[in-house]
C-alpha cells in the first residue's frame, strides 16, 4: 500500500527515457519510490492510511546531492569554533576575536576560520603580531577560508615548540618575517606543526556539529552529501551515528590517508555499503587552493613569482592509492592548478593500468588544459567540481590569475563536452553560502558576487546543472540508489517553488526549496 500520493505536480528527473511522459504524480511506499504516472492512473491505489498530498503545480525532483562538503566543519562554524567569514576588513576580524575571547574565558584554545583578505580594505594577510595584539595569554590558531592557510598567535607558537630552525614537512610552508623568525603563517601541510597540539574534539562533539550542519542540508534540499576528508574519530563518529539512525541523510565518507604534518599513513578503511552510509573511496591532496596562491601553477600567479605547492610525492602516492585500489577502494585527490592536475592524472593512469576499473576522481578540477581534459575522457576519470566559487572567489581569481588561466577557470561546459563524468558541489564551509541553488547560479551565468563574469564561454544549462547535482553525483559517489525518480529508488526528493527549467538564467536565485523529504517523509518545509 502507498504511504504517500502526490499529485499535480511537475516531475523533474535527469535519467534518460524520463521526459515527455506527461506524468503528474508520484507514490511512495514506506522509504521507496513504489510508482510514477499520472494521477489518474494512480489514484486507484489510494487507501485508507495513505497520505495524499496535492502539489498545487510545484515542481518535484530528486534532492540535491553535494558530493564534496566538509559535513562536521559546516556544523562546526555553527557550535565549537568562530565564523569570521562575515569579517569585511583586519581590524573587524580582530575585533571579533577579541570579543569571543572575552566571552568564552574557559576555552583552552581559540579557533576560528573564514578570513579572505582579497576582500578587505587592508588586502594583506594577518601575522601573529595582529592576532597578539588581541589575545596574548591564549593560543589562537587562525584558519583561512580556503583551509590551505592558517596563522597563529605567539602563544599558540610557543606551545607547539616552533621556531626558525623547526624542520617542515615535505609540501608545507613555514613562512617567515624579515627577522627570520616565523610571522605564524603556514601553508598546506605545515599547518600540522600547530594544528596537531590543539586538543581535539570528542566524537560526542563531531556529532554534535554534524546534527547542526544537517539542519543546513535540509534547508537547502540536500538529501546526500560526500564529506572528502575523514579521519579516523570522524569515521567512528559517522558508524556510530549511522548505526543509532542519527544521521537522517545519505552519506559517502571519504577517509584521509595522510594527515597534515605526519608521514604515517592512516589505516586502509573497510568498504562499506548501506542506503544510509558507504565507505568506497580514500583521499589525497596534491595542491592547495587559488584563493590563497598555494594551487600548483606552472606560471606564476599574476605579478608574483609564486608557483603554489604541489604537497604529494609520486612514489608515496602510486603506494597508498594501489593498496587502497587493491582493496577495492577507490581514489579522490584533491588537484585545482594545472600543474598538480598532470600530476595526478599521470599517477591515474598508471594505477588504471595496473588496477582497470576502480574509480578514480579529481575533487575541484580548477585549471585543467585542454589535453588534461581528453586523458580524463579517455582514462575515465570522473571530477567534482565547484563553481560556486565563482560567485565567492571569484575577486581572488581576478587578483591572482592572468587573463589565460581565468579563460580556463572552472571549465564545466568543457568537461562535459569532453564525456567526463562530472558532479558539482560546494567545498563549504570553503564557501558561505552553501545552496545547490546558488552554485547552479554560479554555472549558468559565471558571474561572481560582484557582478564580474568569469569564462562566459565555459557556462552550462540548468537541466546540466541539476543533471550535476543529482544523477551525476549519485554516480560519481557510486551509489545508484538515488538521484532519481524511478520505481524501486530510494524516496528522497525536494519540491521546489517554480520550475528551474523554465526560469531564465537571471531569475534562478529566486528558486527555494520548499519542502525536502528523505525516506519519504517531510524533513523540512519551508
Known amino acids: 500500500m502507498p504511504t504517500l500520493i502526490i499529485h499535480n505536480v ?68 555553527a557550535t565549537y569554533m568562530l565564523d569570521v567569514r562575515k569579517a569585511g576588513s583586519l581590524a573587524e576580524m580582530l575585533g571579533m576575536i577579541e570579543s569571543y575571547h572575552q566571552n568564552n574565558p574557559d576555552l583552552g584554545w581559540i579557533t576560528a ?15 601573529k603580531n595582529d592576532l597578539d595584539k588581541v589575545v596574548k595569554d591564549k593560543p589562537v590558531y587562525l584558519i583561512r577560508t580556503c583551509a590551505h592557510i592558517a596563522v597563529a598567535n605567539t602563544r599558540a607558537l610557543e606551545i607547539s615548540n616552533v621556531t626558525s630552525s623547526t624542520p617542515v614537512p615535505e609540501g608545507g610552508v613555514m613562512h617567515k618575517g624579515n627577522d627570520g623568525k616565523p610571522n605564524g603563517i603556514f601553508s598546506e601541510t605545515a599547518l600540522g606543526l600547530v594544528s596537531k597540539n590543539i586538543p581535539a574534539y570528542t566524537k560526542d562533539e563531531l556529532k554534535t556539529m554534524v546534527t547542526a550542519a544537517r539542519k543546513q542540508l535540509y534547508s537547502f534540499g540536500i538529501t546526500a552529501a560526500t564529506d572528502p576528508a575523514v579521519d579516523p574519530l570522524l569515521l567512528q563518529a559517522y558508524y556510530e551515528m549511522h548505526q543509532a539512525g542519527d544521521l537522517g541523510f545519505r552519506l559517502n565518507a571519504i577517509p584521509i590517508l595522510l594527515p597534515d604534518g605526519g608521514e604515517k599513513p592512516y589505516d586502509l578503511p573497510e568498504n562499506f555499503s548501506s542506503d544510509g552510509l558507504n565507505v568506497n573511496t580514500v583521499k589525497f591532496f596534491s595542491d592547495g587552493g587559488l584563493s590563497g596562491k598555494t594551487a600548483a601553477l606552472k606560471r606564476p600567479y599574476k605579478n608574483t613569482n609564486e608557483h603554489g605547492v604541489l604537497r604529494l610525492r609520486q612514489q608515496q602516492y602510486l603506494r597508498l592509492g594501489k593498496a587502497a585500489m587493491e582493496k577495492g577502494l577507490g581514489l579522490a585527490t584533491h588537484a585545482i592548478g594545472d600543474a598538480a592536475i598532470e600530476f595526478v592524472i599521470d599517477t591515474y593512469v598508471k594505477l588504471g593500468e595496473m588496477l582497470p576499473g576502480v574509480l578514480r576522481r579529481i575533487e575541484h578540477l580548477g585549471l585543467p588544459e585542454k589535453k588534461h581534459l581528453e586523458l580524463m575522457a579517455k582514462h575515465q576519470i570522473a571530477t567534482s567540481m565547484q563553481t560556486i566559487f565563482i560567485s565567492e572567489l571569484g575577486k581572488n581569481f581576478r587578483q591572482y590569475l592572468d587573463q589565460d588561466y581565468l579563460n580556463q577557470c572552472y571549465p564545466v561546459r568543457s568537461v562535459l563536452k569532453h564525456g567526463i563524468l562530472t558532479a558539482l558541489s560546494s567545498d563549504a564551509p570553503v564557501v558561505s553560502n552553501l545552496n545547490p541553488v546558488k552554485g547552479m547560479e554560479a554555472a549558468v551565468t559565471r558571474m561572481d558576487n560582484e557582478g564580474f563574469v568569469i569564462a562566459a564561454d565555459e557556462a552550462i544549462s540548468v537541466a546540466d546543472a541539476l543533471k550535476a547535482y543529482t544523477i551525476n553525483a549519485a554516480t560519481i559517489g557510486q551509489t545508484p540508489q538515488f538521484g532519481t525518480l524511478e520505481p524501486g529508488q530510494l524516496a528522497d526528493f525536494i519540491m521546489l517553488n517554480r520550475d528551474p527549467l523554465a526560469m531564465a538564467p537571471a531569475d534562478i536565485s529566486t528558486l527555494k526549496v520548499e519542502r525536502t523529504f528523505i525516506d519519504g517523509k517531510c524533513v523540512y518545509e519551508n
Open 10 to 77: 511537475n516531475l523533474l528527473s535527469f535519467n534518460d527515457g524520463f521526459t515527455g511522459k506527461g506524468y503528474d504524480a508520484i507514490a511512495i511506499d514506506g522509504n521507496h519510490i513504489k510508482g510514477i504516472g499520472r494521477w489518474d492512473e494512480l489514484k486507484s491505489l489510494v487507501q485508507a492510511g495513505t497520505e495524499v498530498i496535492d502539489a498545487g503545480g510545484k515542481t518535484l525532483m530528486p534532492g540535491f546531492n553535494d558530493s564534496h562538503i566538509h559535513i562536521w566543519k559546516v556544523g562546526n562554524l
Open 113 to 127: 576560520r573564514g578570513f579572505n583578505e582579497a576582500g578587505w580594505k587592508e588586502g594583506r594577510m594577518p601575522d
